[in-house]
Structures are given as structure tokens and as C-alpha cells.
């Protein structure tokens, strides 16, 4: 019997159900204190781009939280992005603060995290014996136990084979290249030459599965580089955010979603060319000086080729 060990931890903050998994160095999400902004009354829909019309309408991340995210990621649940908490789109606040958070994060089945919002995975390095140097990064944990539900081993999957076969080696895991003992290591650590699967034998040497950052979540073996976030400042379709919005080169399905769960009599629209031109150009063109007041610029280098579309 094999339990998946997700590499992300559950809360709550914009688009997939979750925080990520324990990283010291990952900037704490900023408080969402500009409030929540009560959902207009229907707005008027537009099916071809006006980029006058549209910087007209939209000059502020207030205004894109009132006329484009609160009609239909913000007035109930299950509109935005099924029952998924993460991101969490209700205020303009949450809104800012999505600049530069992982993507994917608490999506509850890992063959459903995409290869863009795989993290960069940590170390894996054995300290002993045959292959003592030798490491490599970790794609996936997997806790496989007994019938009765009982700890028989890890299963690790891995980017790179180790040269030789050991059997009980010590190891230990890194993180940006360092070693944290927090995260995992000492003995039981099985190695077949050629197979980028591992085992561990000791529960106790990776005391917090969840905690090790996996860059394979899926499986596929494509190793994530820790690159895909929800907003990229000065690129939108860098932007997970953007992907979802448009249902490009995603998986996942188009938000906001056309059905409301809650509300089955409701359908929510997608976003008009307009509103993602808007929504694209507060990404291409934001400042690092820019606060969630500032006001949404147009005419930036970045902005030259945005039609509203991927």
C-alpha cells in the first residue's frame, strides 16, 4: 500500500488550496489589509478590445478588484476556482500580494501540479561508502506501508542514478546547497546503480516528508526550477495567474469557473478582452517602488505586444 507524501502543506491564501512546504527563506505573504470591495452591480460587457476604453476604465488594483476579480473570484465560494483556497481573491490586498507566490500550491492530488509550478526540488547526498559525494535532487516522497498500515519504507524518486549500488548508507538532505538536519538524514538509505528510485528505511531520517521541497510532484520526470509564480511583476504571461485566466498552456481548468458549484442557476463569465488587458498591463508594467494603490501603467516596453490574449 503506497500513501502519497504531497512536498506542500495545507492553508490558505490564491490558486490551487495551500500553503507550501517549510522554507525558512520564503518571504512571508504581506497582510491583505486593504479590505474587501463589495461586487458592483453588472457591468457592461465588451467583446473586442478597446484599449482606450479599457485604460479608461481601469486605472487602480481597486478597480480590477471591483469591476474584473470580484464578479466572479470574490462574491462566494467555488465561483473563482472550484473548492480550491489558494489563491484567496476576495480583497485587493490578496490581490497585491499574489506578486511572486508559488503556484499549484495544496492542489490535493500531485499528478495535478504542472510542470510550471514545480518547485526546485532539495538534495539528497550520501555521505558514505561507494557513493559518498554523490548527490542529487529530489523529485517526489512517497510513504509505503504494510497492509495493516504500517512503516515499511520512503520511496524517493530522484533526478540523477547513483554510479554503484549501497545498501544502509548514511545521507543527508540540502537545501540552496546547504545541509538542514531539520529536513532529514542519518541511515537507511538503499541505492540500486542505474534507478533514480531510493529507499529509506528509517522513518525517523526524514522525520517531516512535507517539509522536503520535491521537484517532481507530478511524477513525470520534469523537475520544476522553482521559477512558475502566480504574478511575475514586468511579465504577464510569465504569470500563472494570467495562464489561468486565459486557459493557456495550463491543464487546469479556465477561470473563473464557468459554473458556480454553490449556484448552479449562476454562470460566470471570462474575463473580456478589456479586463485581461488591463489585468496584463498592472503585471507588465508594475514598479518595484509600486504599492497596492498605485495606479496601473500602460505604456511600458513590456506592455508593447499585450492584446489582451496569450
Known sequence: MTRTVAGVALSAIVLAACTGAFDPDEPAVPGADAGAVDTPDAQPVYDELDKARAQARFQTTTDLMRYVFAPGCAAETNECHSNEDYPDLHTEGNL?????????????????????CEALGDEIEVTDGANAGWRTRIGSITLVTDADGAFQHYEVRVQTAPPAGQTDAQFRILRDGAPVAALGGGGGLQLTAGSTTLRVTDADAIPDPVAVRQGDENQNGVFGDGSGVLVRPGDARASYLVRRLLGAETTRIRMPLNDNADNPTE????????????????????????????????????????????
Do not use: H, Q
Not at 96 to 116: A, I, K, M, S
Not at 273 to 301: G, K, L
Open 267 to 310: 454562470l460566470n463569465r471570462y474575463l473580456t478582452p478589456d479586463e485581461m488587458y488591463a489585468v496584463m498591463s498592472w503585471i507588465n508594467c508594475m514598479r518595484p517602488e509600486d504599492d497596492v494603490y498605485a495606479p496601473i501603467r500602460y505604456d511600458c516596453p513590456e506592455n508593447a505586444d499585450n492584446e489582451g490574449r496569450w
Open 96 to 116: 497585491w500580494n499574489l506578486r511572486y507566490l508559488p503556484c499549484n500550491l495544496g492542489v490535493g492530488e500531485r499528478n495535478t501540479v504542472e510542470d510550471f
